[in-house]
């Protein structure tokens, strides 16, 4: 069966260390894969896309990597903050490319102690 | 800019009374939309999505239902509610990009309680 799993439900950092969130998938052969920030009582909010093709995708100091190979992305928070402190959402299309719709990894909430 | 509004924001409803949540869009026109549910420390489960007026489609076969009256209005229905209906409810729309790969925009949601 299809399977989204992003790793430990929780993960402590340190403050100013880096975070790396684990997104893996199983059964699925997606042309890209998502990024989302959850807060609580709140809706998720889009962060990053990377496309098969992309090994890598930055956006400030954030960094997402995809393996098709291992069927893995990596999610990092360089320099992390309290304020970076949230629930992290993989989400990735169901056939190749669903136009459509995107299913969602159950999460993982990050939590940067000062 | 296009906005997500959703409403009401929060509800209590007892066990058997009727749903109906609404959700509209604002800015933009044709979008994708789709109603999901998040049980609490839980994941989104997405329950049904509309790429047009009149057009859904379920995920999950349950006592909910879903409509599209118009583009840019999503109402989520229940002839009767039960316990487990329980949760937040987070509309979303997305565009239309040729390579499928749209991001989604989530409304601010409704918070249910059956009780």
């Known amino acids: 069966s299809q399977k989204i799993e992003q790793n430990s439900e929780a993960l402590n950092i340190q403050e100013g260390k880096t975070a790396t969130l684990t997104c893996n998938y199983t059964n699925y052969s997606p042309a890209y894969l998502q990024w989302y920030r959850q807060d609580p009582g709140r809706g998720p909010v889009f962060l990053l896309l990377?496309?098969?093709?992309?090994k890598e995708k930055r956006k400030e100091r954030l960094k997402v990597t995809f393996d098709t190979t291992l069927k893995q992305s990596l999610f990092h928070i360089t320099a992390s903050q309290p304020a970076d402190s949230a629930t992290y959402l993989c989400a990735l299309p169901p056939g190749y490319s669903s136009a459509s719709k995107i299913i969602f990894g159950s999460g993982t909430r990050l939590s940067i102690r000062p | 800019s296009q906005t997500i509004h959703q409403w009401p924001a929060t509800l209590v409803q007892p066990v058997g009374s009727p749903l109906s949540l609404e959700c509209t869009v604002e800015g933009t026109s044709n979008p994708n939309l789709y109603w999901y549910r998040q049980a609490a420390g839980r994941g989104l489960q997405l329950l049904f999505y509309?790429?047009?007026?009149?057009?859904i489609s379920s995920e999950v076969p349950q006592n909910l239902s879903a409509s599209r009256p118009q583009d840019r209005q999503f109402i989520l229905s229940s002839k009767k509610l039960l316990l487990s209906d329980s949760g937040f409810y987070l509309c979303?729309?997305?565009?239309?990009?040729?390579?499928?790969?749209?991001?989604?925009?989530f409304g601010p949601g409704t918070r249910l309680t059956v009780l």
């Open positions: 509309s790429v047009g007026i009149g057009q």
């Open positions: 990377i496309r098969e093709n992309e």
């Open positions: 979303a729309w997305s565009g239309h990009r040729k390579r499928g790969d749209n991001e989604q925009f």
